[in-house]
């Protein structure tokens, strides 16, 4: 599911790169800027341009196309240049 979420999230133009501050660890690979225990995290670096909470509704609406009606928590570690 981890990495379905990484695909999800990483898809929307605005989304700079995933961060570091969650992670899932799979067998052999660790998926950063995810994290699913219950409830879903994300930790994203975002481009500037578009409002901030317009986007964070749009990834969680992204993440819960593939997690379901879990609890979705977006952090925005970061704002780069588009």
């Not at 998926?31 to 409830?39: A, S």
């Not at 995290?41 to 990834?59: H, K, Q, S």
């Not at 819960?64 to 704002?79: E, F, I, K, M, Q």
Request: hydrophobic share 50%; proline share 7%.
């Amino acid at each position: 599911m981890s990495e379905g979420v990484e695909a999800a999230v990483l898809a929307h133009p605005a989304v700079a790169r995933l961060d570091d501050a969650f992670a899932s660890y799979l067998p052999g690979r660790r998926v950063v800027g995810v994290r699913v225990e219950g409830r879903v995290g994300v930790a994203v670096v975002l481009r500037l341009g578009r409002p901030i909470p317009e986007v964070v509704d749009e990834l969680r609406d992204r993440v819960r196309a593939v997690t379901g009606p879990a609890p979705v928590d977006v952090v925005v570690a970061d704002l780069v240049d588009a």
